[in-house]
């Protein structure tokens, strides 16, 4: 079943998807070294989807919560420098796929095999990494324990409706705000609780299997396009950084030409899409899915 809440006893549910989310963030950090960043980020991914769940139960567990969604978000720091040259070039590709015709220029081309490099470096460079990876995994191994002590006591769809809410009415919060601050700081924290609220459609995808699905789909395209969007940003800032990686000057100022114009697509239909997405009030949307969730288990 995977990520996913099946509608029978939500509170040994909510356990079992955290065993596993700990498990397969372990099974990726003791990846082969040759698939070590891969692992590295799938782990990452994994700490990301956990801190979600904590989210939908962040009532129940009161002053836990706080405590272990902090111990994940510096599990995920400890882990994140391995990955983020990958995802630099990544991101080039992608920008290339949009500007096929200047990106095929010798200079472009060249642009790439340093950034290439720059990945190569950062994946052969694992000072230190071994022990950080040892560290992360002793420490999930005790928070599978915690794990089972979890007070959630709350019958049905109670044990959630509170943190699906919060969840919600904090991606209308940062939304509102994007609208009036197109900064990288407001779009990321908005992307931040979109990937939240799209991680709980997906857990709660069973009670109601084709509506969350669609939701889902739709919220997983509107995170793409925000991610797209971040990535660019720290391009740009990268070339700011280290121009040199990027060619000459007149390369670089074609380079931040189509970055923006590329960034203002993606925004233009992140917030067309985040406007489908969150337009029901909070209330609303906890009423309709209690109600799919509780038709669900007639």
Not at 93 to 116: H, I, Q
Not at 218 to 226: E, G, H, R, V
Request: with cysteine.
């Amino acid at each position: 079943m995977g990520y996913k809440l099946r509608p029978k006893d939500p509170a040994e549910e909510i356990r079992k998807v955290a065993r596993q989310g700990i498990d397969k963030a372990i099974e990726a950090l003791s990846a082969p070294s040759e698939e070590r960043a891969e692992g590295v980020h799938q782990a990452r991914k994994r700490f990301k989807e956990l801190r979600a769940l904590l989210r939908l139960v962040r009532k129940p567990l009161g002053g836990e919560f706080k405590a272990e969604n902090q111990r994940l978000r510096d599990l995920g720091r400890a882990l994140a420098e391995s990955r983020d040259a990958a995802a630099m070039l990544e991101s080039w590709d992608l920008l290339a796929k949009r500007f096929a015709e200047p990106f095929a220029e010798e200079s472009f081309k060249l642009a790439r095999r340093r950034l290439y490099d720059r990945a190569r470096r950062g994946e052969a460079d694992t000072s230190g990494l071994d022990q950080r990876i040892d560290a992360v995994k002793s420490e999930l191994e005790s928070f599978r324990e915690r794990v089972e002590n979890w007070k959630l006591t709350a019958k049905g769809f109670d044990l959630f409706g509170a943190g699906v809410k919060r969840t919600y009415a904090d991606g209308c919060a940062e939304l509102a705000k994007v609208r009036v601050d197109l900064s990288d700081e407001q779009l990321h924290e908005w992307r931040k609780r979109v990937k939240d609220h799209w991680y709980q459609t997906r857990l709660l995808t069973p009670g109601w299997p084709t509506l969350m699905q669609l939701r889902s789909d739709t919220l997983k395209q509107l995170a793409d396009m925000l991610g797209d969007d971040h990535d660019l940003a720290m391009m740009r800032e990268l070339m700011q950084q280290q121009p040199d990686l990027f060619g000459e000057p007149q390369q670089r100022e074609r380079l931040e030409v189509m970055i923006a114009e590329r960034r203002s697509e993606l925004q233009s239909g992140a917030l067309k899409l985040g406007g489908e997405i969150y337009l029901d009030a909070p209330d609303e949307l906890v009423a309709r899915w209690r109600r799919y969730w509780d038709g669900a288990q007639h």
